[in-house]
């Protein structure tokens, strides 16, 4: 009896022994230190293209992190197009409390029709039996 306990130990220690080897004693499957390579530093360019900040201007970090934010999400000011001005010119300003007041019973809204309606209420789909009509 001792014998076949003694195999048994034997043969599932050799099992359990046998799922950690990872290719042999003498396994040179490993990274070569010598073969890294150094890398040449990174260099700046010598035109920046930066200019000084013209007397009176701003510097650009002492805008607040407000300012900063706003600045990331939405691009800051830049140059709009003969369109774009155009279109802003016709639109006119906006009056200060004006979304205070559109839930106003007083607003007078435009009916849109039965064909928004249509549109507004149509079951939402994958967009498969879509399908446009350009008229000529």
Do not use: H
């Not at 099992?15 to 396994?27: K, P």
């Not at 010598?46 to 706003?70: C, I, K, N, W, Y």
């Not at 800051?76 to 004006?98: F, K, M």
Request: net charge neutral.
């Amino acid at each position: 009896m001792r014998k076949i306990t003694a195999l048994v130990l034997v043969a599932a220690a050799s099992t359990m022994l046998s799922a950690c080897g990872g290719g042999g004693l003498f396994n040179r499957d490993r990274p070569d230190e010598f073969a890294v390579q150094r890398q040449t530093p990174l260099v700046v360019p010598p035109d920046f293209a930066l200019t000084p900040p013209g007397q009176g201007d701003p510097r650009p970090v002492d805008r607040g992190l407000q300012q900063q934010t706003l600045d990331v999400l939405f691009g800051g000011p830049s140059q709009r197009s003969d369109v774009e001005r155009d279109t802003i010119s016709r639109a006119g300003d906006s009056a200060a409390g004006i979304r205070s007041s559109v839930g106003d019973f007083n607003t007078k809204t435009v009916a849109k029709g039965s064909v928004t309606r249509d549109i507004l209420a149509a079951p939402e789909g994958d967009g498969r039996e879509a399908q446009t009509a350009i008229g000529g």
